[in-house]
DNA sequence: CTGTTAGCGCTTTCAC
DNA sequence: GTGAAAGCGCTAACAG
């Protein structure tokens, strides 16, 4: 059974003060008795006191808490960023409530509702696969809650976002792969309803034209990041008349994943097709070959847009900019033929 | 800016009810009539309300919220482990607080707080490898606040605690080792600090001791779990005079980490040295020789957990059980030579 | 420096 | 079926 929680009052009976004067001792309020305050804040101690949030958030009429609403746990990148977000945020005393949303829209406007209710003052959030509708998010902002997306953003909203420079990775990634030679160069994209999925195939068709390779739809395959079903896009694009020599992935486990594929049909990496990820995936250096690939300042994303939301909360800054980080392309034996290797030792 | 939110009293006036009724209304109370429900519903939907958790768990005195806290969030193990958390708490209608203390028994003091603070109905614990003190967390205790302890548990509090069979797992993980013909076996253990480093290392003991095989002092190192430092442990012990034959590592990031040192020295895996881990990490069947390993039903010890403390937070039952969940043996490359592998396909 | 008072938003008797 | 009033624990003027 719960037991009745030690108040303020309690504290008070027992030192024959008023509740205020326990109350001002215990926030660190200036204009008390340093003798007072000590023995509060003894009695405290000793009575498990601990200050009901609720309370406190009811009288002021705000929590102290930011929210954050993430699609997925199942990779490493996300709880990265939140640990960027909860170094900030507990530096400037504020809690995180952490949401994830298991791809699914319904659960993210779930997750929004409830930090609504907790009275959160500000929102961070990366949106799931399925989101194409932000009703939900957009009450925040008629509530005077500031919001800042990170990663997976909405285009449709006018508000602060943090992203890495998913067009120039793409970029930068399909050009290294061209500068190797390769030519028939696939890209396994994200679903069209993400926007970073549209800004690396952009990147992707971009560096292709750039250098006059010519565009081949039928090795373009947009997937909705299920990644059991590369297995099957790989073997068809490897079962192709003319197969790929190179593959540039939306993300790193979906390049992992491909690269299994490859290896299993017998087709030697980077020899007969040279491979690129996006994201720096704790795996990618783990994999035979080790995956060259796009790294994003994961701690970085989550610490930015912490402090973004932070000063709107705090300053009241609301312009929607939009902050974008640098990618670094990490070259590995994905896309590496063996001497190279042996030089850059 | 922060806005006025809509509240109960808003909707009243609108109404020209009383907030009684409102509230009511709103809470599903019996005694209301449809046509009154109907149209608060209806005005409480247009104006955005939303209930405010604050004022409901200072009035009941009951927040609806679980708290858990987890040591870290680098790698799959803990974020899987909440994912089955939070499926079982969102079903009863539980919201979720999720607390991250970075391996730092300060930060895990912290985090206590907050989730008392936030007037948590029940906490689900695993430790930091740090803690040594659990004052902490006695004092749920000594407010009636139930609390379960998983994976990482404390051996002082008489509570329910959610774990595997560590002692199991480590002892047929060490019997494989010894049914493959390996005779000197290495141990990287955890910290003794930690229940289930002393859990896995008399697993591997005991497996010694029932083969006959000689428990040799210096293939047992124990560590702190810093991964670099693994590297130079290994070093070590593949350039002792006799060096090992087989790894068992306390958990798969170890043994990972290991796998990397041993094939840089020139060492062949399986052959030279077989290795075994803990835990069927994400990266565990990617590296190459993909890792024999002990697995633990990841998200069935979140659900186990949760169901645990529901059930003492609704029915007050709380027998400190120690429910104990199966592990199991998969066998992959690192210990198996290549004639089985085609056997097997 | 300290006490008094009002009120944050909601639930919950107790009347009617 | 609905309203009035009290109270959850705390903070914040306003007096003194």
Chains 1, 2 share one sequence.
């Not at 008390?32 to 009288?59: C, G, H, I």
Request: glycine share 4%; hydrophobic share 40%.
């Amino acid at each position: 059974m719960k037991k009745h929680q030690t108040t303020v009052i309690d504290i008070a009976k027992e030192l024959k003060l008023s509740k205020s004067t326990v109350s001002r001792a215990l926030t660190g309020h200036p204009h008390v008795n340093p003798q007072t305050r000590q023995s509060v804040l003894e009695l405290a101690q000793k009575m498990d006191y601990q200050r009901n949030v609720f309370a406190v958030s009811l009288a002021n009429n705000r929590s102290n808490t930011i929210g954050v609403i993430v699609p997925e746990f199942h990779f490493m990148f996300f709880p990265q960023v939140i640990l960027g977000i909860q170094e900030v945020a507990k530096e400037a005393g504020y809690h995180v409530l952490i949401m994830q949303s298991g791809e699914s829209y319904e659960a993210e406007v779930a997750n929004a509702k409830v930090l609504l209710a907790h009275q959160v003052d500000g929102v961070l959030v990366s949106l799931t696969k399925e989101t194409l509708n932000f009703d939900h998010l957009k009450v925040f902002q008629r509530k005077g809650i500031p919001i800042v997306f990170f990663n997976r953003v909405c285009d449709d909203m006018e508000v602060p976002k943090v992203v890495v420079d998913d067009y120039d990775g793409a970029f930068r990634a399909t050009e290294h792969l061209i500068k190797i030679g390769r030519k028939r160069i696939a890209h396994l994209a994200g679903p069209h309803s993400l926007l970073i999925s549209r800004k690396r195939l952009n990147g992707y068709l971009d560096a292709l034209r750039k250098y006059d390779i010519p565009i081949v739809e039928e090795l373009i395959i947009s997937y909705d990041l299920t990644l059991e079903k590369v297995a099957i896009y790989m073997s068809h694009l490897l079962s192709l008349p003319q197969p790929p020599d190179g593959l540039f992935c939306i993300n790193d486990p979906t390049a992992i994943k491909a690269i299994q594929v490859i290896k299993s049909k017998g087709f030697a990496i980077p020899q007969d097709i040279a491979v690129v990820g996006f994201s720096n995936d704790y795996a990618s250096d783990l994999i035979e070959p080790s995956l060259t690939t796009v790294a994003q300042p994961v701690r970085e994303i989550g610490k930015t847009a912490a402090r973004l939301l932070l000063d709107q909360i705090e300053n009241g800054s609301d312009k929607p900019l939009i902050r974008q980080l640098n990618t670094e392309l990490i070259i590995r034996r994905s896309t590496q033929v063996e001497e190279k290797l042996w030089l850059s030792k």
